[in-house]
């Protein structure tokens, strides 16, 4: 089993930065596909970006391709989501999912292992 705890939000302004960490700890880190999701005030929790074991491939849903970018460093058992050009629309709790299943993985039901969230709150 593998817990994970992430870290980096905030308040920000439109246009602006932040980088979500998620730590994990338990098991191998590299032996799971990680996964960032977001759940935003009355909506579905919806799938944002997925990393493989190794880092050697990513997936990001379009809303977020060009300013969103997933990444992971194995060695400090940590994965990151790098957010730029933040928009209102961007605001939710983020959640960093941890998997051993294979496939495309981009739906929740498809990780096992969930943090327990950090907020990002985007002002207009």
């Known amino acids: 089993q593998v817990q994970l705890e992430e870290s980096g939000g905030g308040l920000v302004q439109a246009g602006g930065s932040l980088r979500l960490s998620c730590v994990a700890s338990?098991?191998?880190?590299?032996?799971?596909?990680m996964g960032w999701f977001r759940q935003g005030p009355g909506k579905e929790r919806e799938f944002v970006a997925t990393i493989s074991r190794s880092g050697s491939s990513t997936y990001a849903v379009d809303s977020v391709k060009g300013r969103f970018t997933i990444s992971r460093d194995n060695a400090k058992n940590t994965v990151y989501l790098q957010m730029n050009n933040l928009k209102p629309e961007d605001t939710a709790v983020y959640y960093c999912?941890?998997?051993?299943?294979?496939?495309?993985?981009?739906?929740?039901?498809?990780?096992?292992?969930w943090g327990q969230g950090t907020q990002v709150t985007v002002s207009s």
């Open positions: 999912a941890a998997t051993l299943r294979v496939g495309t993985l981009r739906g929740r039901y498809e990780y096992d292992y």
């Open positions: 338990g098991r191998t880190f590299s032996s799971y596909v």
